[in-house]
């Protein structure tokens, strides 16, 4: 419970900060005179919520990221699986894939007005576009670092290629795949707004562009807030998604000082194999003395 209130109070501490230099204007390197203040965002934010066009922006801005992200996401991990597992799908596509993805995805909106009928299915591709690479490079890490024992154990027992896919890459890669998630769902925010400024109709990154276009700051500020807290739902769902599926990983709990929390099953196992090992020594040791013994004996029987 702390440490949610000290996140309330950092928040509540920047805001107040926030309104102060606004409110006195203060201009010393920074211009807060040309800013608006806290509560000016807010009436703004409450007349904008009370009227329809918002909710309107808000679920098509979704509805694009969604699909967008949710098609990235399927074909970002078949790929990744496909090229780090066969050598001919590397050759063919890495050359390809490894030429396009340093290309940022907002670079490519006037290949998406060109090649797409509509400006909706430009965005999403924009957006699934932006998502893909993340989870690409993030899968393809994920297979190749997988022991090859694992996939050795279901092989010998009889196990094919589909049964090590779904037993042994996609679980093992799943830490992995959710880290690129978590990255391509950020980008995939960030390329759909600007996305939606330069070839949208509707749309919260089409609605504070025009808030600019008209000086309406209250209102740009409106939509720079829409948009974080989007991306923080999102972000977030796909990370609590992403713990749910991997609950069979160890984890530790953070807390001051540094170290790590452990259980005391954890603590117990190291000791217990020590000991363990000390019982082994000793009973090494005495199946030495007990052979040194006996040949002792077989000598004094020769002489």
């Known amino acids: 419970m702390s440490r949610y209130v000290l996140r309330v109070a950092s928040l509540a501490a920047a805001l107040g900060l926030w309104q102060l230099l606004t ?25 904008r919520i ?41 050759d063919l596509l890495g050359p390809v894939l490894e030429v396009i993805r340093p290309i940022p995805a907002i670079a490519l909106v006037p290949i998406a007005i060109l090649l797409f009928p509509s400006n909706e299915q430009g965005i999403v591709f924009i957006t699934c576009t932006a998502a893909f690479f993340p989870v690409l490079v993030s899968t393809r890490h994920a297979v190749r670092a997988l022991t090859p024992v694992w996939e050795e154990a279901v092989r010998t027992m ?17 830490p992995g795949i959710f880290g690129g998630l978590s990255v391509g769902i950020g980008v995939s925010w960030i390329c759909v707004i600007s996305a939606e400024m330069i070839s949208g109709q509707y749309g919260v990154g089409y609605r504070t562009w025009q808030d600019y276009t ?48 452990t259980s005391v099953a954890a603590v117990a196992a190291p000791v217990a194999v ?16 007990r052979s040194d013994t006996d040949q002792e004996a077989r000598d004094e029987h020769f002489v």
């Open 214 to 261: 008209i000086v309406n700051y209250p209102g740009v500020f409106v939509g720079m807030v829409t948009i974080g807290l989007l991306g923080w739902v999102t972000s977030t769902a796909v990370e609590l998604l992403g713990r749910r599926l991997t609950r069979w990983l160890p984890r530790t709990s953070y807390v001051p000082g540094g170290r790590p929390r």
């Open 274 to 289: 020590a000991a363990d090992g000390e019982s082994q020594k000793q009973a090494d040791a005495q199946q030495q003395g």
């Open 50 to 90: 009370s009227g329809g066009d918002y909710w309107t922006d808000l679920t098509d801005s979704l509805t694009r990221i969604l699909t967008g992200f949710l098609l990235a996401a399927v074909l970002g991990v078949a790929t990744g699986v496909l090229v780090a597992r066969s050598r001919l799908a590397e």
């Open 158 to 174: 009889g196990g094919g290629r589909w049964r090590i896919l779904g037993s042994v890459l996609l679980p093992g890669a799943l």
């Open 23 to 47: 409110s006195l204007k203060v201009d010393l390197w920074l211009r807060f005179s040309q800013f608006p203040t806290v509560t000016d965002i807010a009436h703004a934010f409450a007349d």
